[in-house]
């Protein structure tokens, strides 16, 4: 699976951002968004079921952001509302068998998105 993320850039904070993924290849995945700040881990965000129905977020972001699918167009969202600076980071999508929260359970990165809120 190839994936295309966008969306990045500059946000103030209370805003809003969405972030887009676009998968090729076979596309029925399991998808994940992480995040990585300057001198940190990358860390889980949110992911979605392949089919939509199930969704988990990180407690951090519950309530501002919003994961979907949309399966006609390939392509897996992150809506970010009311972003915080504590989220500015690069922003990668990922696919797998089955949602997770630990990095090694997708096997398929994006080339990440910078987003930067400022204050």
């Known amino acids: 699976v190839q994936l295309q993320a966008s969306g990045g850039g500059l946000v103030q904070a209370g805003g809003s951002l969405r972030l887009s993924c676009a998968a090729s290849g076979r596309t029925f995945y399991a998808m994940g968004w992480f995040r990585q700040a300057p001198g940190k881990e990358r860390v889980f965000v949110a992911a979605i079921s392949p089919t939509g129905v199930r969704t988990v977020y990180t407690d951090s972001v519950k309530g501002r952001f919003s994961i979907s699918r949309d399966n006609t167009k390939n392509t897996v969202y992150l809506q970010m509302n009311s972003p915080k600076a504590e989220d500015t980071a690069v922003y990668y999508c990922?696919?797998?068998?089955?949602?997770?929260?630990?990095?090694?359970?997708?096997?398929?990165w994006g080339q990440g998105t910078q987003v930067t809120v400022s204050s």
């Open positions: 990922a696919a797998g068998s089955t949602i997770g929260r630990a990095p090694d359970a997708y096997y398929g």
